[in-house]
């Protein structure tokens, strides 16, 4: 390939179209499912229930300290199927770029995909690409979707948590949202993105045999999102202690100087788990074992029954609740629209 | 309507230097400061530092608050 | 973190919590009139912690949430009607309803609208599109005022020729008189915002001693300040005392900061403005001087007087909550109808308003049943 730049032709299906997908997708991902470049990929079905998950990558900007879009990708689309209790095997990628993209800039995420993919022991089989016009897209989007297969016997849904249960964190929380804020301008702090695949964590943390009830990524909206995601889904209340909770000092100096609340940031690489109350160090153990669970912790617990909050005109639901380091204990609610730079 | 907080300047250029906050530095701008030097703490508000710490008036509050905190059990 | 992590200790809390239940023997009302203090006071449980015979106000101290209708209908306005233009403003803004739109609708519409942390990003805008006007729309109060007196001098300095500003700024002593005066609303005393007062000085505060007999201390916002605070200002009012005190000294001195002061002087000058919930205030805003009209975008287009509205949508008690008279839990939108997701008013969508503080903090009777202390 010749060009600079990627251009309209590029997405047109044509000769430009075909030297793409040979020159960089097809070299950086090759296999043999992928290869005969049909407009399917075609393989035995595994043994076991299906697990499939969608996602799209929009993040500005495209490359930022600990990773790049490509390899949030691979990882987040991983990561989908992995708190499932799915082992993770295919996966399709679409992109859509915009006019006059860099080609190093597509080849440099095209090999983190790669990389990220190799690493996971996922194979990317089945694409697409389109090319819009310049200003009508933001530099890059990629739409993935992830096939897994979950064994036989695990079986993780919020619908299983019960009072008394545990709720672990695998680490420190807001670094990849922090590392994206330092991106796009502004200020300093030694933390890249957290972003990567959590499957074999996943793997440690099942093959404790212990009373895994239900896991999940906290991405957009941070731990406070996810932990009001399990309140609802499980009727249940549950009650954190903000001290328990792994913040880096960094990510805490950060959000006081620019008026956010590390709950709602986001994370690439952690993982939220509900356990029985006494599986819970058992798991702790496994999860300090792996190197992305270092970090994890205890953080709080499942309540009895369901707690109604507000006055009198609120609607009776579970909450989320949160003992400061203060003392006090407040509600945490799930984050709704932006976090938003505080100055006042 | 104050977000202010405290930090530790830790390089001068000018009219502007690098405050560090637990470890999260950011660029501010000292206009509004008679003068600073490196190790002062100042509070820092939508880019500017507005006003320099006193340390040793912090110190003697943060003494005042631990004095209060044997009498709480 | 050095300065912030002393002053979140809860030890000398709990003791101090005692301490203002035992020396307040009367009942008071006192009012804090920053939206900081709101914030912390709802974030760290301070409300449910003081006596009885106490009660916790909050007054107009959140500079969007006052900021008139009317006005917000004039830059929501400008911002459709000049495409061409680049609108800077800090991120609360963005969400405001106004009558007929908010600026959060119009940047989807296209209008280029950008959220900034610092009024010196937007010469960083202006210098990077020399061609583009750039407006900033300031708002806040003394604290913000400096940062963005000194932003318009530089860019004098600069000799920017597409950059100017709206200036929405408003002054917190008019305003205090202004609540006083009216005799609508009983304060007994003052919780003075402290970094408002680092820049002004704790002598502007004097005319409600001498003038009202009121007391007044200046706080900081760390919980261990904002308590502490409380506590002084209980002492006054049971010792019958009426002075002007200092309980964030780390920061804030009589004076003030005179350097600060004085840029304000120099761009700015005061101005009668329009306050939602409470109507004209004299001399309480910020208009800019003659000298600097060149980055007065009232100066350099036809902004409009802004379609005059009533200041609150139907239902919505944003003014009455703005004067104390009324609580969050009292307006009957509160929580039905009006969330963060869906503000009907700019108490609830600027981070700094009391609706949103008690909402997101405050969740009423089983927590203050102690059932999770």
């Known amino acids: ?344 | 309507m104050c977000l202010g907080i405290p930090g530790r300047v830790v390089e001068i250029k000018g009219e502007n230097a690098k405050v560090d906050v637990g470890g999260a530095e950011r660029k501010v701008s000292l206009s509004l400061l008679e003068d600073a030097s490196v190790g002062d703490y100042v509070i820092v508000h939508a880019g500017f530092a507005i006003q320099k710490v006193n340390e040793k008036e912090a110190l003697q509050a943060i003494k005042l608050f631990d004095g209060f905190a044997g009498k709480g059990k | ?373």
């Open chain 3, 1 to 373: 973190m050095k300065y912030i992590d002393e002053f979140r200790k809860k030890e000398p809390a709990r003791a101090l919590f005692k301490e203002i239940e035992a020396i307040s023997k009367k009942e008071a009302t006192i009012m804090e009139i920053c939206g900081t203090h709101t914030h912390s006071i709802s974030k760290y449980g301070i409300r449910g912690n003081m006596p009885k015979n106490l009660k916790l106000i909050s007054g107009p101290g959140c500079p969007v949430c006052v900021t008139s209708q009317s006005d917000i209908n004039r830059i929501v306005e400008f911002s459709r009607r000049e495409k061409a233009a680049i609108i800077a403003t800090f991120g609360d803004m963005l969400m405001v309803p106004g009558s007929f739109s908010s600026l959060e609708k119009e940047r989807a519409r296209g209008a280029d609208i950008r959220v900034v942390y610092s009024a010196l990003d937007t010469i960083t805008i202006a210098k990077e599109n020399p061609r583009k006007e750039v407006v900033f729309y300031a708002v806040g109060f003394e604290t913000t005022a400096p940062t963005v007196a000194a932003t318009v001098v530089a860019a004098k300095k600069m000799n920017l020729k597409n950059f100017s500003i709206v200036s929405l700024h408003k002054l917190t002593p008019p305003a205090m008189r202004a609540l006083v005066a009216s005799g609508n609303i009983n304060i007994d005393g003052f919780i003075a915002p402290g970094h408002v007062t680092s820049i002004i000085g704790a002598k502007s505060y004097s005319f409600l001693s001498n003038e009202y007999n009121l007391p007044c201390v200046v706080a900081g916002f760390e919980p261990l300040d904002c308590i502490y605070g409380i506590y002084m200002l209980v002492r006054q009012i049971n010792e019958g005392r009426h002075d002007i005190e200092i309980e964030y000294k780390r920061v804030v001195t009589w004076e003030g900061n005179k350097k600060a002061q004085a840029v304000v002087n120099e761009v700015f000058e005061a101005a009668d403005a329009g306050w939602r919930g409470i109507g004209n205030i004299p001399g309480s805003g910020l208009r800019v001087r003659e000298g600097f009209s060149d980055f007065d975008c009232e100066k350099r287009f036809d902004m409009g007087k802004g379609e005059s509205a009533e200041d609150d949508l139907k239902g919505c008690a944003c003014g009455m909550v703005l004067k104390g008279l009324v609580a969050p839990p009292d307006c009957v939108l509160f929580r039905t109808v009006c969330r963060p997701e869906s503000p009907k008013g700019p108490c609830m969508v600027s981070s700094e308003g009391t609706c949103a503080a008690y909402y997101k903090y405050e969740a009423g009777d089983f927590l203050r049943s102690g059932a999770y202390e």
């Open chain 1, 1 to 344: 390939m010749n060009e600079e730049r990627i251009l309209l032709a590029h997405g047109s299906g044509g000769k430009l179209s075909h030297d793409l997908i040979e020159n960089i997708f097809l070299k950086a991902f090759y296999n043999p499912i992928l290869s005969p470049l049909s407009d399917q990929a075609v393989f035995a079905s595994p043994a076991g229930r299906l697990a499939m998950t969608t996602d799209s990558y929009v993040v500005n900007p495209i490359f930022f300290p600990g990773g790049d879009i490509g390899k949030l990708a691979v990882c987040g689309t991983v990561n989908d199927l992995a708190v499932g209790g799915a082992m993770p095997l295919y996966m399709s990628v679409s992109f859509i770029i915009e006019e006059g993209m860099p080609v190093e800039d597509l080849k440099k995420i095209v090999r983190s995909m790669a990389d990220a993919a190799k690493s996971c022991g996922v194979t990317i089989v089945t694409g697409d690409t389109k090319v819009v016009e310049k200003g009508k897209g933001d530099n890059i989007f990629i739409n993935t979707t992830g096939v897994g297969v979950v064994k036989d016997g695990i079986n993780l849904s919020p619908s299983f948590i019960r009072p008394g249960d545990a709720v672990i964190v695998s680490g420190t929380i807001g670094d990849h949202g922090m590392a994206i804020l330092k991106e796009r301008g502004g200020f300093d702090i030694p933390v890249v993105s957290d972003c990567a695949p959590l499957h074999e964590l996943v793997r440690d943390i099942l093959s404790t045999d212990a009373g895994i009830r239900a896991m999940r990524d906290p991405t957009r909206g941070g731990l406070a999102t996810i932990l009001n995601e399990f309140a609802d889904s499980s009727g249940h209340a549950i009650l954190i202690e903000e001290e328990k909770i792994p913040v880096k000092e960094a990510v805490k100096g950060a959000c006081e100087l620019l008026g956010f609340d590390p709950l709602y940031l986001a994370n690439e690489g952690k993982i939220v788990v509900v356990t029985s109350k006494d599986s819970s160090e058992r798991v702790l153990d496994a999860m300090r074992k792996n190197p992305l669970g270092n970090n994890a912790a205890i953080i709080g617990s499942i309540l009895e029954g369901s707690v109604t909050g507000g006055g009198v005109n609120s609607p009776a639901r579970p909450r989320v609740l949160l003992t400061t380091a203060f003392g006090n204990t407040r509600v945490v609610e799930k984050l709704t629209g932006e976090q938003l730079p505080r100055i006042c």
